[in-house]
């Protein structure tokens, strides 16, 4: 494969991961009946209503922010850690 190739598909492979293509993909192999999909709808709206509730009390510092995982490479020692990342630059 050349190289813009590869280039090529892991951009699509990634945006098919942040548009949650793979986890339809997955969910869809099988059938699932309508109280099935009903339950797993609600405890979604459940997790991503407590998540946006724990990222608004971290902003308003009611919460203490988690603590980033420490990062290691292959031979499993610690990497340096890097600055923030800059969006859009």
């Known amino acids: 494969m050349e190289p813009s190739a590869r280039f090529t598909l892991r951009v699509l492979k990634k945006k098919m991961q942040r548009e949650g293509l ?49 990062r290691l490479d292959a031979q499993g020692k610690p990497i340096a850690a890097r600055g923030p990342r800059r969006v859009g630059a």
């Open 22 to 70: 793979f986890r339809e993909f997955k969910r869809r192999r099988f059938y699932e009946k309508p109280s099935e999909q009903t339950v797993r709808e609600k405890g979604e709206a459940v997790r991503r209503i407590r998540k946006l509730a724990r990222k608004k009390a971290i902003r308003e510092c009611l919460l203490a922010a988690p603590k980033p995982k420490q």
